[in-house]
């Protein structure tokens, strides 16, 4: 019975390592803070992080923008969309104002929200090179599963070498 349960341990392990190593929505999530991590950093001086810059390009490009319509356009949530906006147009970057009716809005970008993408351009122009050469080589590393071991290119020295579990093991 206690090998059985070392067994029945060890394969768990092994299921856990195979999925922390070849998730593809773990591996895109740390890409994903990564990048942003870069971006807001660079942009911080300038008191914007990359969400909100996203946010002002699209308004700027579309002219006016209803939320429903941003938060479409960016795959963002409602709430989301609302508290970022608020806090943009608190900073005076937009302005948000009734539509036709009491039940729409309508976002259009200031003056001083144009200043702002005119001035984090280079910022953003220099980035968005290097991660696309340089940097893009690394972030996609990440994302590199060794199909014949099924682990990362990118290894952990502190995990051991696994095998691969069947999935119907897990089930059992």
């Known amino acids: 019975m206690v090998s059985s349960a070392h067994n029945r341990s060890d394969d768990i392990i092994a299921i856990a390592q195979q999925m922390s190593q070849a998730c593809v929505a773990r591996r895109l999530r740390q890409v994903t803070r990564t990048v942003t991590r870069l971006y807001d950093d660079a942009l911080r001086p300038h008191g914007i992080t990359v969400n909100q810059l996203n946010i002002l390009a699209v308004i700027i490009s ?13 795959g963002m949530e409602k709430s989301t969309v609302s508290r970022t906006t608020e806090r943009m147009a608190n900073k005076g970057w937009i302005k948000v104002a009734q539509g036709k009716d009491s039940r729409t809005q309508l976002i259009t970008v200031t003056a001083k929200g144009r200043q702002l993408l005119i001035a984090v351009t280079p910022i953003w122009d220099t980035l968005q090179s290097s991660l696309l050469t340089t940097g893009g080589h690394n972030l996609l590393n990440m994302l590199t599963i060794n199909e014949s071991t099924n ?3 990118v290894s952990d020295p502190m995990i051991e070498p696994y095998e691969s579990v069947p999935a119907d093991d897990f089930y059992l």
């Open 151 to 153: 682990e990362s290119t």
């Open 62 to 74: 579309e002219r006016t923008i209803r939320p429903g319509q941003l938060g479409q356009t960016l």
